[in-house]
């Protein structure tokens, strides 16, 4: 049998993600059991985690199985690409790793978010989606520069949990200003999977802050398909106005992707793009997602984020049962 790799939510179709949601919620309401007893999953780490490497640990314990972790120090330096003289920093191939881990694991999770190189260069996932070619196991995205896939799928399960419906519910996904310039795969994992479940989203940002042109496109697609719809509003305030749900994040600038300075100087005159009451207050009483860590006020304030409006902990807390959905489902 063909393994299955869980890389882009979009490896999933619409009706897979709903069984997903049905499977999660379950897993939340009565543990599963032992059903993965004997079973290895193997986490890669390239960046700190506090959420996704503990979430998936209590995922693969709560189903009998276990981790391995591994990070950044544990690991030689890879060489991802195909065919390369492996003359200079990276001491083993991935396709060799990749082999050597999938007779060791059932599974492996990997993260690899950091900006390497150029966008064009860093939106090909390189070393996930090198990974997922060579391993004879699922390879799970822990988080790329372009998706988050278990992040968005635990923010629609958080998402449903609290409206109950999806389908045409005003989600304001809204950029926000951070010190650093962090990576676009929650922004893009939550606004295609939103899309696809016909919520409407209005994406806001300042100007050359826009997401991949790729993801936009598909995202529309699947808007026009669910009945949903996605659009770009350039004001926060504007935004958030008649917004059910007002999800905060902050990203860094594609068209800048390589210069981390001018992102900074940019940032200078958008201090004002961040969550608080004003623009909670010109919202349909939203609820407020950030997917953490989360720089308190900077990207929120306070008020907003330990108010009764705020889901970031149950967010959070939803990572581990829509894991363990999707190890169900992937190590059947
Ligand atoms: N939201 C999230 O992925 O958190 P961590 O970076 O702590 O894993």
Redesign the pocket.
């Known amino acids: 049998m063909s393994k299955r790799d869980f890389l882009s939510v979009t490896d999933l179709s619409r009706h897979e993600i709903d069984d997903l949601l049905e499977l999660s919620a379950r897993a939340k309401g009565k543990r599963p059991g032992q059903v993965l007893a004997g079973k290895t999953l193997g986490l890669l780490f390239f960046?700190?985690?506090?959420?996704?490497?503990?979430?998936f640990e209590v995922a693969m314990v709560q189903l009998g199985g276990h981790c391995i972790n591994l990070s950044r120090d544990d690991l030689y330096e890879l060489e991802p690409q195909e065919q390369a003289i492996m003359d200079g920093a990276a001491e083993e191939h991935v396709k060799d790793a990749a082999r050597t881990l999938s007779r060791y694991v059932d599974a492996l999770g990997i993260?690899a978010a950091s900006r390497t190189g150029s966008w064009d260069k860093d939106r090909q996932e390189l070393l996930v989606r090198s990974y997922a070619k060579h391993a004879s196991v699922p390879v799970i995205n822990?988080?790329t520069c372009v998706e988050?896939p278990?992040?968005a799928i635990a923010d629609l399960l958080t998402m449903r949990e609290n409206l109950i419906s999806l389908k045409g519910r005003k989600l304001t996904l809204t950029w926000c200003t951070h010190p650093e310039p962090k990576p676009l795969g929650?922004t893009h994992s939550v606004l295609t999977l939103a899309a696809m479940m016909g919520m409407d989203v209005t994406l806001a940002h300042p100007l050359g802050f826009e997401v991949d042109d790729a993801v936009m496109q598909k995202s529309k697609a699947m808007a026009s398909e669910s009945g949903g719809s996605v659009r770009v509003i350039n004001d926060p305030i504007e935004a958030a106005k008649g917004a059910e749900v007002i999800y905060a994040r902050s990203w860094a600038s594609i068209r800048h992707w390589e210069d981390g300075e001018r992102q900074a100087m940019i940032k200078r005159s958008l201090q004002h793009w961040r969550v608080d009451s004003t623009l909670m207050g010109t919202t349909k009483n939203a609820f407020l997602m950030q997917?953490?860590?989360v720089r308190r006020n900077v990207v929120a304030t306070d008020e907003v984020l330990d108010g009764p409006r705020s889901l970031i902990y149950e967010?959070?807390a939803n990572?581990t049962h829509v894991q363990k959905a999707l190890l169900m489902q992937l190590l059947k």
């Not at 960046?47 to 979430?55: G, K, W």
């Open positions: 960046e700190p985690s506090l959420r996704t490497r503990v979430s993260r822990l988080e988050h278990c992040q929650a997917p953490l860590p967010q959070a990572r």
